[in-house]
């Protein structure tokens, strides 16, 4: 007889190998024909609900590693939290508009210049929409769920109906107004651009050191001074207008080789040494508040006098304390020359080239060839002090990575003046899961100007604002209804089709426009407008405002969740958030940014191709998203071997429950009559169900997947499960002890395959399968299991921490003794435990007898002793040729006693 043939081995269908790229992708189907998003809803229904709202990604390119990373972890949130008892809705999101489509339209040899606006915008929207279908194939192979077939796109009309509207709301309540200002510019985009697209990288660049002479000393200085000033921008030297000096500052005039100069007296010895000249005595010193409203003559405009100004953001840390002001250029010149009156000049254009008022010298030539010439200009005509150059961290267009300059132009903004303080409470009111975004977002509120919305693109939602014939605009809830209207109708596309009048009211009159002309807004407006006001999309599908969650990566703060703010707030008067969640960025393996011309970048598609989303996933949940992540071959290498052992240990447990082995119905075994060894792993099973529950609506997916590999590898596979390898193989089918065993994993594969289901979504539903329950088609239509109370579980936990330590010391033992070629396998040993009565007591109760079960050996002889030790003797007996195990009382052919009832009966 072959004892083989006898003994009841693992029956499962559930393969070892993943096969997960040639698997998943049958799964998905079987997901689509039974749609499984709406499925996964319906099986929550009446549950309390709970809404993640989607920052929608940019339509332009396949998703990459982080935005990879970004949806599986959204998925995680929502699967997670509905298995939590949550009802949740998600409707994915698409950002549409904007200068990347305008500019990969270009790249694909269209000439917006040469064909009607409204045929340019047709071809955008054409592109979009075959972006987002990549994406969304992408998204679904990843195995994320989501209502893909009403999703909200920005291009929509409905959607720029909404956001029509909410434009409207803020205009009448007096938050949107038309200015002139110095903004971000991009010359190489020919458009302003928001603060959110601004990086800071090195750029050298000259600076100089130039002398304004004295015009006008006003009775305080003598009239042959000079003031020098500092710059790192040299091309805006013909629009400066001012000087501005710290009030509290004391400042010197030093008499010198080349003239009285004046600057910060701390600074003489410095400053004098940089341009290479002799201090000849300080003649004055001054309190920069006594120079107010001095003049001084321009260095190339002697009939334009430069005034004199105070401002506190004059520091004393760089320069000479005499900071040239141009308030066309910059933030704070602008508003220290509101003080003063001054205009905010500017004579740059805008591809970033000198005008005419600049003066013949320098028409026409971009700002970084102007620098040059401004130097030499300046050295010509003996002002220019010193020349060098340095590197600093200057602002960049951050999609082209080129240099922006500030530039005034009339642009549209909204005030966040008005609303400031109200901002600023509703940060307050929210829930931050990153403890420092809240002191991030308030910071960026706090001292954030006015945000410009507008835009000279074409690409994009219009201004929805038409001017009268003395170019005041009309902001009438009347006109923007119609508009919105129209909008909603038609699409974006009929402001560029239609004339003017057809796009007001019908008879509109307005007393400004006495000859009836008007005309209409050629600006689009800031993209951050069009995915800020996305909350309105949870209103039109019924849902409530504000969203329980908003979660992107930590660059938003100064994006979505801030554009997102100010819009809610503005509108609903509270902001669209309860909570925050934000992620780091996703580098290489070695931490770098990853970059195609470095050649670094992972895309998931090839991640997803080669291992399978799961892998992907997985490698989602094991990483601390809060921060920066790495991902690489060895990253992808480690976790791959993670999903082995998650898998094999599947498929040992499945093999021993199988339908005609196990039916839970009949064969499971009450709590009240398992072994304490089996209660106790009941205990941790709950215990685990416990801590995944909580991490899980925590957002600590690392803890869950911490939590799950723990067990599954140290409590089960290296553990329960080898030890009862003994009792499932070689026990009768029926016993009480293998049904015991059986009852135990059974319920770990049920609560396994639930915890791991958020994450590991397709190999969860290939082991719900293989899994004989009827609780749902899917495990993704079940809840986690409730976290139970059993009333011995300390005690249990107590007993086997104790058991547990001796465990220890017999298995190095055994690894001692094998080392030493005493025993070849485990079954080959008997063990002499020198212990205490208590151990000895503890062990045989608990255990029931079976401590060399427990320990898989053969034999085990207790001795008492004060002091425990453990010693390895090779067992004395009958090898049984069908359990392996060593015993004294055997049958003619060697079964042993249990063997032989096993068979007989």
């Known amino acids: 007889m072959d004892y083989k043939d006898t003994l009841l081995m693992p029956k499962t269908e559930f393969e070892m190998r993943g096969n997960l790229p040639t698997k998943e992708p049958g799964i998905l189907e079987e997901w689509e024909k039974n749609d499984h998003y709406n499925q996964i809803l319906k099986a929550h229904e009446g549950e309390p609900l709970f809404v993640l709202h989607d920052g929608p990604p940019y339509a332009n390119g396949n998703l990459h590693a982080g935005t990879g ?26 950002d549409t508009h904007g200068l990347p489509i305008e500019n990969a339209i270009q790249k694909l040899g269209v000439n917006r210049k040469e064909m009607p606006v409204s045929d340019f915008r047709k071809k955008c929207e054409e592109y979009a929409y075959e972006q987002i279908e990549i994406q969304k194939a992408t998204m679904k192979r990843l195995g994320t769920i989501a209502d893909f077939d009403h999703p909200y796109i920005t291009l929509k009309k409905e959607f720029e109906s909404r956001q029509i509207d909410a434009f409207a709301k803020m205009a009448l309540d007096g938050l949107i107004y038309q200015g002139l200002k110095p903004i971000y510019w991009s010359p190489a985009s020919e458009t302003a651009i928001a603060d959110s697209e601004i990086v800071y990288i090195d750029k050298k660049d000259p600076t100089i050191f130039v002398a304004f002479d004295v015009l006008d000393g006003k009775g305080v200085l003598e009239g042959d001074e000079r003031f020098v000033i500092w710059t790192t921008t040299p091309w805006t030297i013909p629009a400066n207008l001012a000087i501005c000096l710290n009030e509290a500052f004391d400042y010197a005039v030093v008499q010198t080789e080349k003239g009285k100069l004046i600057f910060l007296e701390k600074k003489v010895d410095e400053l004098l040494a940089k341009f290479g000249l002799t201090n000849q005595g300080i003649l004055k010193t001054f309190k920069g508040k006594e120079l107010e ?110 240099p922006i300059i500030f530039r005034a132009t009339v642009q549209w903004f909204a005030s966040i003046d008005k609303i400031r303080e109200r901002l600023l409470e509703q940060i307050k009111s929210v829930r931050w899961e990153n403890e420092w975004g809240e002191v991030r977002l308030f910071n960026m509120i706090r001292d954030r100007g006015d ?70 807004e050629k600006d689009i407006m800031d993209v951050w407008f069009d995915s800020g006001s996305s909350h309105n999309e949870l209103e039109a599908r019924g849902l409530p405002y504000p969203a329980d969650l908003y979660f ?259 298995l190095k033992a055994l690894e001692l003794a094998r080392a030493d070629k005493v025993i070849g396998k485990p079954l080959e040993a008997e063990l002499i435990i020198e212990c205490s009565k208590e151990d000895e007591t503890l062990l045989t109760d608990t255990l029931q007898g079976q401590v060399a079960q427990w320990l898989i050996v053969s034999k085990v002889t207790f001795k008492e002793a004060d002091e425990r030790k453990i010693t390895v003797t090779p067992a004395q007996g009958v090898v049984c040729p069908r359990c392996w195990n060593i015993t004294d009382n055997h049958a003619e052919d060697g079964l042993c006693v249990r063997c032989q009832h096993v068979l007989n009966d």
């Open 552 to 810: 992107e990566g930590s660059d938003q703060y100064r994006g979505w969740f801030n554009s997102s703010l100010i819009i809610g707030t503005a509108i609903h008067g509270q902001a669209p958030y309860k909570n925050v969640l934000s992620h780091g960025y996703v580098c290489d393996s070695k931490g770098e940014k990853m970059s195609k011309s470095i050649g670094n970048v992972v895309n998931p598609m090839e991640v997803i191709n080669k291992l399978g989303a799961d892998i992907f996933r997985l490698w989602a949940t094991t990483v601390d998203f809060k921060q920066d992540m790495r991902i690489g071959d060895e990253n992808l290498k480690q976790v791959s071997e993670q999903y082995r052992k998650v898998r094999n240990t599947f498929k040992f447990m499945l093999g021993n429950v199988h339908v005609e082995d196990f039916d839970p119905k009949k064969d499971r075994i009450s709590y009240e009559n398992l072994t304490p060894v089996d209660q106790y792993m009941e205990v941790l099973l709950n215990d685990v169900v416990k801590t995944v529950r909580e991490n899980y609506m925590k957002f600590d997916f690392l803890a869950v997947a911490g939590a799950l590999m723990n067990l599954m590898t140290n409590e089960l596979s290296s553990y329960y499960l080898d030890f009862t390898k003994d009792i499932l193989y070689i026990d009768k089918k029926d016993s009480l002890r293998r049904r015991q065993v059986q009852t135990v994993i059974w319920d770990a594969i049920d609560t396994l395959a639930k915890c791991w289901a958020p994450s590991l979504v397709y190999t969860m539903d290939e082991v719900w399968s293989k899994f004989g329950s009827d609780e749902a088609k899917s495990v993704h239509y079940t809840h986690f299991p409730e976290v139970k109370t059993y009333d011995n579980a300390d005690a249990l936990k107590e007993t086997f921490e104790k058991m547990h330590e001796i465990r220890v010391e017999a």
């Open 451 to 520: 945000w410009c919305i507008s835009r000279q693109r074409l690409w994009g939602l219009p201004i929805p604002i038409i001017y009268n014939e003395d170019n005041t605009p009309i902001m009438e809830k009347e006109v923007f209804e119609h508009i919105s209207k129209l909008i909603y109708e038609h699409g974006s596309n009929i402001w560029f089709e239609s004339d003017v009048k057809d796009l007001l009211p019908e008879g509109y009159t307005n007393p400004k426009s006495p000859n009836g002309e008007f005309r209409k």
């Open 69 to 94: 990373m970004n949806r599986v972890i959204k998925d995680i949130i929502n699967r997670s939290h509905a298995m939590n008892g949550y009802y949740t809705p998600f409707f994915p999101g698409w």
């Open 293 to 402: 409203y001095i003049t001084v003559k321009h260095p190339f405009y002697p009939e334009r006098p430069s005034l004199i100004i105070l401002g506190t953001h004059v520091t004393d840390e760089d320069g000479t304390g005499c900071v040239h002001t141009a308030p066309g250029h910059g933030a704070d010149d602008f508003f220290v020359g509101m003080k003063y009156g001054l205009k905010a000049y500017c004579p740059v254009d805008e591809k970033g080239c000198m005008m005419k008022e600049a003066g013949d010298f320098l028409e026409g030539l971009f700002v970084d060839d102007a620098n040059k010439v401004v130097g030499q200009k300046l050295d010509e005509l003996g002002n220019l002090m010193h020349l060098e150059f340095v590197t600093h961290s200057y602002p960049h267009d951050e999609r082209l990575k080129r």
